[in-house]
């Protein structure tokens, strides 16, 4: 089985020369983790997570500590803003390297490759690198356990 079965066609994405706060709008709005960065030709050039724009607000001894589990909260740094001159950058200033798969890759090399980069989702291009949907890990799994003998069960409606 291929990406192309089970991946979202409809994708959110920001140029290059979009503002870190447009993003950060898109992630919000959308609830989504992941913004892929594409040219103006929508060539997948970068991605932007959502680690990346947390990073801008995170304090810098938290990379230092190991275990922090014993903190109920961290007070007034849990509602720190990141500086209004940094919003206003492109995405380019703090996107990643794209990380992506074509629309034929198999989906258990996409798992392979959302395990070990930790990512939570991919996005998927044509052979020319344009983008063209995005995969999660959830799509992946739901689409490797297709072939189960798994009961069919109703659907929860608890609250």
């Known amino acids: 089985m291929t990406v192309r079965a089970c991946m979202k066609r409809r994708v959110i ?9 447009t993003a950060a709008a898109l992630m919000r709005n959308n609830r989504i983790g992941t913004l892929p ?4 030709g929508k060539k997948l050039v970068g991605m932007l997570r959502l680690e990346n724009l947390l990073a801008l607000v995170m304090p810098d ?3 230092l500590v190991e275990h922090f589990e ?5 007070g007034p740094l849990e509602s720190k803003k990141p500086d209004p ?3 206003k950058q492109t995405v380019e200033e703090i996107m990643e390297e794209p990380i992506s798969v074509q629309l034929d890759s198999g989906v258990l090399r ?5 395990h070990f980069r930790d ?6 291009v044509d052979q020319e690198g344009l983008l063209v949907g995005l995969v999660s890990h959830v799509d992946l799994g739901i689409s ?8 069919e069960l109703a659907t929860d409606t608890s609250p």
Do not use: Y
Not at 13 to 21: K, L, N
Not at 70 to 74: G, L, R, S
């Open 70 to 74: 014993f903190a109920h909260n961290f």
């Open 13 to 21: 994405s920001i140029q290059r020369d979009g503002t870190i706060e």
């Open 37 to 40: 960065v594409v040219d103006s």
């Open 119 to 124: 990512l939570r989702d991919l996005p998927v």
């Open 85 to 87: 001159l940094v919003l």
């Open 110 to 114: 996409a798992a392979a490759l959302l």
């Open 61 to 63: 001894f938290i990379h």
């Open 144 to 151: 490797l356990m297709q072939g189960w003998d798994l009961p």
